[in-house]
Structures are given as C-alpha cells and as structure tokens.
C-alpha cells in the first residue's frame, strides 16, 4: 500500500512569486494535515482539512492557504513569498476514525 | 503550545534499551499518548499510542504510568539507525484534532 506522497520533492521560488505543493493521502484517508518546518527548528501546525473542508487552521498568515480535491489529495499554495517562508513542508494523513496520522517526506521550499 | 515535557537530549549504547521519558500531567481522560520520531530531514514515523494499559508492537514499548501523568518509550535494542529526534504527544484520538509537536527528545545511539 502506498504511503502519504509528496510533490515535488524541491522546490525553488524567488522572493514574491507563488509556491504551490501537492500531497496524496493514503487511500482511505479522508483527512490531510499540513506543517511547516523550517530548518532547525520544530513542526508547525499549518492547515487540516477534511472531506473537502477546511477545518483547522495554524497561525500563519492569510497568503498560506490550500484546499482539498474529491478524492482527498491536497494542495498547499503560499503566495507572494519571503525568504523566511523557505522550509520544509510536511503532509499527513489520517482516516475519519481518527487515530494515528503518518507523514510524507516532504517537499522542500527555497526562498531566493 | 504543546501538552508534554521531554528531555532535550539523551544518549544510549547501542544495543541497550533506549528508554525516553515523558511528562503530561495535564492529560485529559480522553487524550492518547502518541509517539513519533523525525530521522534527520526525513517526515515523522509514527511508533505508537495508547490510552492507559501498556502497548507493544514490533517497533516500541510505551509505558504509561496509572495516573497517566508520565509514560516512557521503550526501544529494547537500540541501533545506530534509532538515532533521531523522539516526539510525545497527547491528542484526543477520535476525529478532530491535529497533532501539536513540542522541541522533541534528540536520541543519540552511540556505538
């Protein structure tokens, strides 16, 4: 059975533009949790969402948003980036039952 | 703001138990200990959870005391690949809540 993946694996964007990432549950999952990362530092809480929802949110500012597709894949998008923004970008999921959540490896995000 | 207490660092022989404590003396009665580690730039691995009975599977033990105010994760044979940052975490288990990571214990397996 495939696990939580993550595309892509490094991304490279210039201060200002658009970065937008993608995360594929685990079949059978329904929820999907972001997190950021940043190096050195520990997992922040971004964005949960569920059956097509948003049900949770991080304190991050409005320019991190995301959404949830039908067959509960996800896509993070962080507009007009700065370079404190670069990070690594985890994906979890769980199914509706709760219980544990497992994690993608991540996509990596350089600010330039 | 996270729920438990680890120990920054801890160090362990290789081949010994490594057995990484943690505090959470706010638990509610209805919240699961859960644990997960971070190898170096990789995404978390779930170990295990547990409510109030002791748990094992083929990776851990964890330990939670009776008043559930403190539990201990048990590697029995501890390996050099072991070595990676051990996060406690306690989550109401059934639909509605994301995980809340704290700074996490940085398990050093020392050949």
């Known amino acids: 059975e495939a696990g939580v993946t993550q595309s892509p694996t490094h991304l490279i964007k210039t201060r200002g533009q658009q970065a937008t990432l993608r995360c594929s549950p685990i079949?059978?999952?329904?929820?999907v949790y972001w997190y950021q990362q940043a190096l050195g530092l520990g997992l922040q809480f971004l964005l949960w969402?569920?059956?097509?929802?948003?049900?949770n949110r991080g304190n991050f500012p409005p320019r991190f948003s995301g959404r949830q597709f039908p067959n509960y894949s996800s896509e993070l998008n962080v507009n007009a980036l700065e370079l404190e923004d670069s990070a690594l970008y985890l994906c979890?999921?769980?199914?509706?039952?709760?219980?544990?959540?497992?994690f993608g490896q991540g996509t990596r995000l350089t600010v330039v | 703001d996270a729920k438990t207490t680890q120990p920054p660092s801890m160090d362990c022989a290789e081949g010994r138990a490594a057995n990484l404590p943690c505090n959470h003396s706010?638990?509610?009665?209805?919240?699961?200990v859960y644990w997960y580690r971070q190898i170096h730039s990789q995404g978390p691995q779930y170990i295990i959870h547990?409510?109030?009975n002791n748990e094992t599977n083929e990776m851990a033990s964890l330990i939670i005391t009776e008043d559930r105010k403190s539990s201990t994760l048990i590697l029995p044979h501890a390996t050099l690949r072991d070595t990676a940052v051990y996060y406690c975490?306690?989550?109401?288990?059934?639909?509605?809540?994301?995980?809340?990571f704290g700074p996490g214990t940085r398990l050093s397996v020392l050949p």
């Open positions: 979890a999921s769980s199914n509706k039952q709760g219980g544990e959540a497992f």
């Open positions: 079949s059978g999952h329904t929820s």
């Open positions: 969402y569920d059956e097509g929802e948003e049900r």
């Open positions: 975490i306690v989550r109401v288990s059934n639909y509605g809540q994301n995980f809340v």
């Open positions: 547990g409510l109030k």
């Open positions: 706010t638990i509610s009665g209805n919240e699961y």
